[in-house]
């Protein structure tokens, strides 16, 4: 009897490889921070309709859905965040029909639930924006480069879509889109579409996304932007006062695309470009598919910062293409993200300059994990963020324990091998979202034959324990092991010339400081700051570690450059640290609120609602 169970099982999982379009699509998942009942009545393509008026700060129009109402139900259910919606139609022949805004949640917002009959195909929701929209920044002239025109530029990830367009946000739902969009006859817009090249007379631009993409992915820029080619697929889009530097800077996106090919298969969206935004972008950069956006400050001047676009891009895979199905499982687009970004550095710029980022993302995974507690559930790979705005919850253990994951699963089954495993897994999951257990279902069957190798890995250790899994491998760079000789040197003698010499790439600068003891003085500051310049750099990610000591330990030579720093640049990731150092103390405090009364109407409400809470 039990023989016959097996084989019965056997039978049943065991004997066939699913293929591709074999694999399991319809899995119901539970997405906490989305209302919508996608699981019963699904978003399949949008064709939005809007106008962008920057007097009211305002996007209004028309988001037309195509649905597939597979479970058959009455209503259809979309997330909002302050959203105004003014009527709801059915068809193309526009028949109006009842709709609800239900209960606010906070920043799950609302849901607009409406009344569909069994066989709608297109519902038409017309509606416009708050001036709170949590996803939209508006932009004076005075904040824009340029200084003449305004500016706006739209931030979804993670559930900030639904506060520009009405919709099913969560990342487990994929439509394509077309979208018409008017804007005043003096500025260009660009989307995660197909985008144009030059300025349209009318203000009316157009465009495509033929490809399915999650809600997250939806964004538009608007102002005084222009185009320069890289080569025949990459370009950069930026203020015209910045294109010539911009596109210096990412002169390697080609490059990079080609390298990331060779990795994990065809670069399935056609072009790759992307823009540089104002400096108040609250993020490093954002994968809008198609066309990453970027901040200014990776124009380091030097190439220094350019592991940011190629984190990027890598994400056309792991994220665009195969997608965390909800944001409980981001270690899939960010940790796999952060693995491949590695590897697209190291086959363009060589192991050494690899090796070194990974050294940085092991320091921050141990600061990580020192910050939440050892036993913290935050440091699961597989997050439980129910109940919380995702926003809060996603923290760097994502990027850098999942980034230690993935190279205990390379070290484990072989480079070969894994990149197989990858390229594979990019295949058959294209354009799918995926759970944490799905991936490692994946990972399971693949490497079944090898159970040694299994189970050394301790994946499931991985996933759902604490802290950090005693198998992760080290990263060790031998650029740094001179530096440490050098630190030693130094902290004996606190002799700071000819140092700069010596310590010379911004890699090797960046470990310098991050690894200077915390005994260190102010007048110590001054004699580096003497050979090497650091306040007056113009490379954030210097300025940043530079600046978090100087406030530490009251270098006041710093603080006209400090406050200079939090008034321009909008990065969180800058922001956090600095204003985080500063609150740990009265004085400090003080200091950061009178800073801060100028720095916010600068500030993205990404940037700016964190910053309020650190600074209650
Ligand atoms: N997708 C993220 C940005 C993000 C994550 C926005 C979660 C909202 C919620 C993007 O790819 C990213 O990781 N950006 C990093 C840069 C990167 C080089 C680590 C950033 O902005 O710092
Ligand atoms: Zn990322």
Same mark, same amino acid.
């Given at each position: 009897m039990k023989i016959i169970a097996s084989l019965f099982v056997v039978l049943l999982f065991g004997c066939r490889q699913p293929s591709s379009s074999e694999m /399991? &699509?319809?899995? /119901?998942v539970n997405d906490p921070h989305s209302a919508a009942n996608f699981n019963e009545v699904v978003t399949k393509h949008l064709d939005l309709d809007i106008a962008v008026n920057f007097d009211e700060e305002q996007i209004s129009g028309k988001a037309a859905w195509t649905i597939d109402n597979t479970a058959k139900v009455d209503h259809i259910i979309f997330d909002t965040w302050r959203l105004a919606v003014e009527r709801v139609t059915l068809g193309t022949e526009e028949k109006s029909t009842a709709f609800t805004l239900g209960k606010d949640s906070g920043y799950l917002g609302r849901p607009l639930e409406i009344k569909i009959d069994t066989g709608t195909t297109r519902v038409n929701i017309y509606y416009s924006t708050s001036r &709170?929209?949590?996803a939209l920044q508006w932009l004076k002239p005075q904040q824009t480069a340029g200084k003449k025109l305004p500016f706006l530029f739209t931030q979804s990830q993670p559930i900030l879509a639904r506060s520009w367009v009405p919709c099913q946000d969560g990342p487990a739902v994929r439509f394509t889109y077309n979208a018409t969009v008017r804007v005043p006859s003096n500025l260009s817009a660009v989307m995660s579409a197909e985008n144009p090249q030059q300025r349209s007379p009318s203000g009316v631009y157009t465009f495509r996304q033929q490809k399915p993409i999650p809600s997250y992915l939806l964004a538009l820029a608007v102002g005084d932007i222009s185009f320069k080619a890289i080569d025949h697929r990459t370009g950069v889009y930026a203020e015209p006062s910045v294109i010539e530097k911009a596109s210096w800077e990412f002169a390697d996106m080609g490059k990079m695309v080609n390298a990331a090919e060779k990795l994990y298969g065809p670069y399935q969206w056609g072009r790759y470009d992307l823009i540089v935004l104002p400096p108040s972008f609250p993020y490093g950069g954002m994968e809008n598919p198609m066309l990453t956006f970027a901040t200014p400050t990776v124009i380091a001047g030097d190439r220094s910062l350019v592991g940011l676009v190629a984190h990027e891009l890598a994400h056309s895979w792991s994220g665009n293409l195969v997608t965390n199905a909800t944001w409980n499982d981001i270690w899939l687009n960010e940790g796999f993200t952060t693995y491949f970004e590695n590897r697209i550095i190291e086959a363009l710029y060589g192991k050494p300059e690899a090796k070194m980022q990974e050294v940085f993302s092991r320091q921050d995974l141990a600061r990580a994990i020192k910050d939440l507690g050892e036993t913290s559930m935050d440091t699961r790979l597989k997050l439980d963020l129910a109940g919380r705005d995702p926003d809060e919850g996603l923290g760097t253990i994502a990027y850098d324990k999942g980034f230690a994951f993935l190279r205990t699963i390379e070290e484990t089954f072989g480079r070969d091998r894994f990149d197989a495993f990858l390229k594979d897994y990019f295949s058959k999951n294209a354009f799918q979202s995926r759970t944490t257990e799905e991936f490692l279902g994946q990972l399971n069957a693949y490497f079944e034959d090898d159970s040694k190798g299994l189970e050394k890995l301790r994946a499931a250790e991985w996933i759902r324990g604490v802290g950090i899994p005693s198998n992760m491998p080290a990263a060790v760079s031998p650029q740094f092991t001179s530096i440490d000789s050098l630190l030693k040197q130094w902290e004996a003698t606190k002799q700071a010339t000819g140092l700069s010499k010596l310590i010379v790439s911004t890699n090797q600068k960046l470990y310098f400081l991050r690894k200077l003891p915390s005994s260190i003085t102010a007048e110590e500051m001054a004699t580096l700051d003497k050979e090497f310049g650091f306040t007056r750099s113009g490379n954030a990610e210097l300025q940043t570690a530079w600046y978090t000591i100087a406030i530490q330990k009251q270098y006041k030579a710093a603080t006209p450059y400090i406050e200079k720093f939090l008034i321009e640049v909008g990065r969180r990731k800058f922001l956090r640290p600095l204003y985080g150092e500063m609150v740990k103390t009265a004085e400090g405090k003080a200091w950061a609120k009178q800073v801060y009364q100028k720095a916010r109407p600068n500030y993205h409400p990404v940037a700016y609602n964190t910053i309020d809470d650190m600074l209650k």
């Open positions: /399991p &699509e319809k899995i /119901p &709170e929209a949590g």
